[in-house]
């Protein structure tokens, strides 16, 4: 049946159908437009385990959400669909995590790695697991940008942003929002190369990656801030705390958007880690810290951006929990910039 026959028997003012994909479409992964792509993988977490299992959680609580969107009313008809879970993927999550947490646990101990055979065996493991996982991502996602697709993946703790990043920069030049709790600008975290509280900082030596935006940013290193202080003309960083004072003292958010969009390129890439909210909106996640955004924030952050015409190239949504609440909030805020990916690419 082609995507047009589907169409014309779905009936989106129905009840979610659980036999359905996700947001209850009745779309398959080589028909859809996006594709999203599920990473159950929170290897290198140093805080709360758990968001192995926010792809699933999103998954199970999108059939409650209406399909209606009033900045992008028709960009489901276009075709989204998630590709399964792959439990070998979730497999390889368990084993490896089980020597990443020896390792946190020696460090945390006050060890040193660097002078220790059995802890440099396990990091060597950890590491090429990681990378491995990284390679996989980014062939897989290449060969959706090639088929002409819009790959969005779906954490899973942050590092699994590094395969969709590269697999981009190969086709072109490309700028990062990034809205974050953290700056995830350390290098090496812990000793691992892909740890999620490094992300960024792999990101930006990423050839094609021309600049990164962070929004949010309330909790950092001192190795972080010299980073970004070293790097000012490729990262831009809006700190929580200089957000709200200038809430506080009167500014609207909209001036504040439309700042912080000036300083994106053309083509964006969206890195949304739920940290950067508030923490009562997703409580489940790995790291959470006080002073995030709210909600409508983050999303007239997007649509500010969307209406400035910038294209969106791809994106992640990461760190989600396993509680209710997250599952129902991120489901929501995956379905809203799958729209605007879908849209700002016609």
Same mark, same amino acid.
């Given at each position: ?178 809205? *974050? ?60 705390? *200089? ?19 000036? *300083? ?10 739920? *940290? ?71």
């Amino acid at each position: 049946m082609s995507l047009e026959d589907k169409l014309a028997g779905f009936n989106p003012n129905r009840a979610g159908n659980l036999s359905n994909n996700i947001f209850s479409l009745p779309f398959e992964v080589s028909e859809s437009q996006l594709v999203f792509i599920p990473v159950p993988w929170d290897v290198t977490a140093s805080s709360k385990t758990g968001t192995c299992n926010g792809p699933q959680n999103i998954f199970n609580h999108s059939f409650q959400i209406d399909l209606f969107d009033p900045l992008a009313p028709n960009a489901w008809k276009k075709g989204m669909a998630m590709e399964k879970i792959e439990p070998v993927i979730k497999t390889r999550n368990q084993s490896t995590r089980k020597q990443a947490s020896r390792i946190i646990q020696f460090l945390e101990g006050g060890g040193e790695t660097d002078d220790h055979q059995e802890m440099q065996g396990l990091l060597k493991n950890v590491n090429q697991a990681c990378e491995s996982l990284m390679l996989e991502l980014e062939m897989k996602c290449l060969q959706y940008v090639e088929n002409g697709q819009i790959p969005f993946l779906m954490g899973g703790d942050h590092s699994i942003s590094t395969g969709l990043i590269r697999a981009l920069a190969r086709e072109e030049s490309f700028g990062i929002l990034q809205i *974050d709790a953290h700056a995830d600008m350390r290098e090496s975290y812990q000793g691992f190369t892909h740890s999620h509280a490094s992300v960024m900082h792999n990101a930006i030596n990423t050839e094609g990656v021309e600049r990164i935006v962070q929004v949010g940013i309330r909790e950092l290193c001192t190795e972080e801030v010299q980073m970004i202080s070293k790097n000012h003309r490729t990262i831009k960083t809006y700190f929580g705390h *200089d957000l709200h004072q200038r809430l506080f003292e009167g500014e609207n958010w909209s001036e504040i958007c439309q700042d912080i969009v000036n *300083d994106l390129p053309d083509n964006v890439y969206i890195s949304f880690d739920v *940290d950067g909210l508030e923490p009562a909106f997703c409580p489940g996640t790995g790291t959470p810290v006080p002073g995030g955004l709210s909600f409508n924030q983050a999303i007239y952050l997007l649509e500010t951006a969307f209406n400035a015409g910038k294209r969106f190239i791809g994106a992640d949504l990461v760190e989600t929990g396993e509680g209710r609440l997250d599952g129902i909030i991120s489901a929501r805020i995956l379905y809203r910039i799958a729209g605007m990916l879908i849209k700002s690419n016609e």
